[in-house]
């Protein structure tokens, strides 16, 4: 984030054949697991891919911290519902990972309707010399054995396997926008347009529902929950935000149903920028705790927000991510890009936040220097080990060298998923069926 903002480099891009992306190769979802060492993306087919760091080797310097396929695996299937007549699609609305307590790993991945705990282990060892079958696993015929074998252990070629421990399934009614673990790690929550259910991990058969916003008359309908996230560390908060552009801090500590907030968190809009889209922009798409509880950040159409648990009247910063599409609105509600949900990320420290824009653009904001910078994330400008050079995006008048013109960027690019290592400089970018790695300048 210094002013010669080339000291990102790509560390490495996974990049599939573009002759063969198709729909459900888009990736929907990323998440690094809580030592950096795993990141996980799922896609619109239902598949999560696990990338594995690579570990520091001597002879191989420059190929610190690669991150290498370790497991693929088909989590979601596509389902029809017949009471409802719908297709509930296969696409990963999202994963969470689990703190890590033993040799395997475990994961939430969830579609619109159904929550998966993920085990993911690794084998190098299998038992030979059964005495109830033969070595190629079939039944032996009991009147034909007549010794009594030792089974032993033969080490083999490393398998890593993913299985699913639970199915978290019927619970809700409306589509699972978001799911949180919580700090007790016993528990997880997962949020759809009206409910919000907490779920114990042992536990497939029942929920708990603790939000509910769904009125008794559908048309009296004003707002739906967008997103949902636990506190880091304190298990009975929770917070959730709406389609109005509000959020409400919940402590399940005062009701079972948490129908009231504890504190409300909202900007009064501006009424001088008023429009017909005003509402719809200010939807939040996400929200996310910082690492150290203490403040929230939330992503809208054009902004994003960092707000102080201690402060609900307005926010402590506001960032414009792309304030040159406000003359744009009326193009982008035509083709529907209006309605796009972009993710946002807090850096280890807390100190720099990202999220992303259109044209593979992605942009980043240092909240102790207050300077900005526009990245872009595309296969023309990214060899691996290339510097990424900062982009700018020009409004009217003159064009210089190296802007781009705001009528010449491609909508249908857009940087909807990023993820942060939690403790290095390492970012993971999903740009359609793409995923980007970059990391700090290695000397």
Known sequence: MDEDTDTRKINSSFLRDHNYATEADIISTVEFNHTGELLATGDKGGRVVV????????????????????????????????????????????????????????????????????????????????NLKDDDGRIRDPTTITALRVPVVRPMDLMVEAVPRRIFSNAHTYHINSISVNSDYETYMSTDDLRINLWNLEITNRSFNIVDIKPANMEELTEVITAAEFHPHHCNTFVYSSSKGSIRL????????????????????????????????????????????????????????????????????????????????????????????????????????????????????????????????????????????PRKVCVGGKRRKDEISVDSLDFSKKILHTAWHPYENIIAVAATNNLYIFQDKVN
């Not at 310097?61 to 396929?69: D, I, M, S, T």
């Not at 033993?102 to 299998?126: G, P």
């Not at 707000?307 to 083709?335: A, F, I, Q």
Request: with cysteine; charged share 30%.
């Open 51 to 130: 990338f594995q760091r690579e570990q520091e080797s001597k002879n191989q310097p420059q190929r610190r911290g690669e991150y290498n396929v370790y497991s693929t695996f088909q989590s979601h299937e596509p389902e029809f519902d017949y009471l409802k007549s719908l297709e509930i699609e296969e696409k990963i609305n999202k994963i969470r990972w689990l703190p890590q307590q033993n040799a395997a790993y475990f994961l939430l991945s969830t579609n619109d309707k159904t929550v998966k705990l993920w085990k993911i282990s690794e084998r190098d060892k299998r038992p030979e010399g059964y």
């Open 250 to 389: 919940c402590d399940m500590r005062a009701s079972a149903l948490c129908d009231n907030h504890s504190k409300f968190f909202e900007e009064p809009e501006d009424p001088s920028n008023r429009s017909f889209f005003s509402e719809i922009i200010s939807s939040i798409s996400d929200v996310k705790f910082s690492h150290s509880g203490r403040y929230l950040m939330t992503r809208d159409y054009l902004t994003v927000k960092v707000w102080d648990l201690n402060m609900e009247s307005k926010p402590l910063e506001t960032y414009l991510v792309h304030d040159y599409l406000r003359s744009k609105l009326c193009s982008l509600y035509e083709n529907d890009c209006i309605f796009d949900k972009f993710e946002c990320v807090w850096n280890g420290s807390d100190s720099v936040i990202m999220t992303g824009s259109y044209n593979n653009f992605f942009r980043m904001f240092d909240r102790n220097t207050k300077r900005d910078v526009t990245l872009e994330a595309s296969r023309e400008n990214s060899k691996p080990r290339a510097v990424l050079k």
